[in-house]
C-alpha cells in the first residue's frame, strides 16, 4: 500500500470550508522503515485473531519483506480463534509460528489458577507473563544468534489505544531487551486498518465479529460482570471449562472469573509494558 501517508484535505465543517492541513506524523511506512534500520534478525506481525490484528497483519504481510506470523496460543481461549488464525494464515500462504503456553512454555492456565485462584486486574502482570511473555522470550530466544540481535514484533496498536497503567507510555518503536516492539499503525488509527481489512478482501474471525475481541485470550484478569455469559454464547464449551475450574478451586479460593480476590494486591503491580494485552487494559474495571 503506498496511500498510507497522510495528505492534506478540504472539509466542509457546518458550512465552513476547511483547510485540513496534515500533522507530521509518521506513516506505517516510514515507522517500519525506522525499525528496519536495526536491522532485526526476525519480523513477526502478532495475530491474536482479532480485526486490530489482522488488519495490520496483512498491512505488514504486503509490506515487509521477509515478515512472518507469530501466534501466541495462551491456552485459555475459544479454539474456533485459533483455527481461525492457521486457516487465514494457511489460505494466504503466510509462514506462521505459533507458540503454546502450555506446551511450548510450560504454562498451564488450569494449574496457575489452581493454584493462585483466578487473577484480578492486580493479578495480570503474572499472568501475562506466564501466558505470553514467556511465548515471546522463547521466539527471541530461537532468533537470535547474537546478544545485540533485534527480533521486531509488529503490533496493531495505536496512539488512542496506549494505557499508561500498562507501563505502555506508548511511542511508534518500543525496545525491551532484544525485543522491538513496532506500532506501524500507531498514528493512522483503528479506522485506517479497519479499512484496509475491508479493502484486502479478508474475511473477518467469525468469533471477533460476535465477542468484539479475538477471544483467543480470557485469563480473566480484566473481566467484569456478565462477561462469562457473552463467552457462553459465544462458546458453550469455553464457558463451561470456566465454570468447572471456578467450581474445582472454589473451597481454596472462594471467588470467580469475574471477580476480584478479596484481599485483593496492590494495584500497582499491573504498572507494566505488556503491550499484548492493550485491549485488555482499556476496561474501565481498572478505575473501579
Ligand atoms: S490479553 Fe487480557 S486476557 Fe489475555 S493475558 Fe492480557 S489481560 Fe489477560
Same mark, same amino acid.
Given at each position: 500500500m503506498?496511500?498510507?501517508?497522510?495528505?492534506?484535505?478540504?472539509? +466542509?465543517?457546518?458550512?465552513?470550508?476547511?483547510?485540513?492541513?496534515p500533522?507530521?506524523r509518521?506513516?506505517?511506512?516510514?515507522i517500519?522503515?525506522?525499525?528496519?534500520?536495526?536491522?532485526?534478525?526476525?519480523?513477526?506481525?502478532?495475530?491474536?485473531?482479532?480485526?486490530?490484528?489482522?488488519g /495490520?497483519?496483512?498491512w %505488514?504481510?504486503?509490506?515487509?519483506?521477509? %515478515?512472518?506470523?507469530?501466534?501466541?496460543?495462551?491456552?485459555?481461549?475459544?479454539?474456533?480463534?485459533?483455527?481461525f488464525?492457521?486457516?487465514?494464515?494457511?489460505?494466504?500462504?503466510?509462514?506462521l509460528?505459533? +507458540?503454546?503456553?502450555?506446551e511450548?512454555?510450560?504454562?498451564?492456565?488450569?494449574e496457575?489458577?489452581?493454584?493462585?485462584?483466578?487473577?484480578?486486574?492486580?493479578?495480570?502482570q503474572?499472568?501475562?507473563a506466564?501466558?505470553?511473555e514467556r511465548?515471546?522470550?522463547?521466539?527471541?530466544?530461537?532468533?537470535?544468534t547474537?546478544?545485540?540481535d533485534?527480533?521486531?514484533?509488529?503490533?496493531?496498536?495505536c496512539?488512542?489505544?496506549?494505557?499508561?497503567?500498562?507501563?505502555?507510555?506508548?511511542?511508534?518503536?518500543?525496545?525491551?531487551?532484544?525485543?522491538?516492539?513496532?506500532?506501524?499503525?500507531?498514528?493512522?488509527g483503528?479506522?485506517?486498518?479497519?479499512?484496509?481489512?475491508?479493502?484486502?478482501?479478508?474475511p473477518?474471525n467469525?468469533?471477533a465479529?460476535?465477542?468484539?475481541?479475538?477471544?483467543? %485470550?480470557?485469563?480473566?484478569?480484566?473481566?467484569?460482570k456478565?462477561?462469562?455469559?457473552?463467552?457462553?454464547?459465544?462458546?458453550?464449551?469455553?464457558?463451561?471449562r470456566?465454570?468447572n +475450574?471456578?467450581?474445582?478451586?472454589?473451597?481454596r479460593?472462594?471467588?470467580?472469573?469475574?471477580?476480584?480476590?478479596?484481599?485483593?494486591?496492590? /494495584?500497582?503491580?499491573?504498572e507494566?509494558?505488556?503491550?499484548? %494485552?492493550?485491549?485488555?487494559?482499556?476496561?474501565?474495571?481498572?478505575?473501579?
Amino acid at each position: 500500500m503506498s496511500n498510507d501517508k497522510m495528505t492534506a484535505t478540504s472539509e +466542509l465543517i457546518c458550512g465552513l470550508q476547511f483547510e485540513m492541513f496534515p500533522v507530521e506524523r509518521p506513516s506505517p511506512r516510514e515507522i517500519v522503515d525506522a525499525a528496519l534500520a536495526h536491522n532485526p534478525v526476525a519480523i513477526f506481525a502478532m495475530l491474536s485473531g482479532g480485526d486490530g490484528s489482522l488488519g /495490520t497483519t496483512h498491512w %505488514c504481510m504486503n509490506n515487509i519483506p521477509g %515478515c512472518e506470523v507469530l501466534h501466541i496460543n495462551t491456552g485459555i481461549g475459544i479454539e474456533r480463534t485459533r483455527m481461525f488464525v492457521r486457516e487465514t494464515c494457511k489460505q494466504q500462504g503466510w509462514p506462521l509460528t505459533e +507458540l503454546r503456553a502450555k506446551e511450548d512454555c510450560g504454562q498451564d492456565y488450569d494449574e496457575i489458577v489452581s493454584e493462585h485462584g483466578f487473577p484480578g486486574p492486580a493479578g495480570h502482570q503474572f499472568m501475562y507473563a506466564r501466558l505470553k511473555e514467556r511465548a515471546v522470550e522463547l521466539i527471541v530466544r530461537q532468533r537470535k544468534t547474537n546478544r545485540s540481535d533485534k527480533v521486531m514484533l509488529l503490533t496493531g496498536i495505536c496512539h488512542d489505544d496506549s494505557v499508561r497503567r500498562s507501563g505502555y507510555g506508548g511511542r511508534e518503536v518500543n525496545f525491551k531487551g532484544a525485543q522491538m516492539w513496532v506500532n506501524p499503525m500507531y498514528w493512522v488509527g483503528q479506522s485506517f486498518i479497519y479499512h484496509h481489512l475491508r479493502a484486502s478482501g479478508l474475511p473477518r474471525n467469525p468469533v471477533a465479529v460476535e465477542l468484539g475481541m479475538s477471544g483467543e %485470550c480470557l485469563c480473566g484478569a480484566f473481566a467484569n460482570k456478565g462477561e462469562l455469559a457473552i463467552v457462553r454464547r459465544v462458546c458453550p464449551t469455553t464457558a463451561a471449562r470456566i465454570e468447572n +475450574l471456578q467450581s474445582r478451586i472454589s473451597n481454596r479460593h472462594p471467588w470467580g472469573w469475574e471477580e476480584r480476590p478479596p484481599r485483593e494486591r496492590d /494495584t500497582k503491580t499491573i504498572e507494566m509494558f505488556s503491550p499484548m %494485552c492493550v485491549n485488555c487494559l482499556k476496561s474501565e474495571r481498572l478505575d473501579a
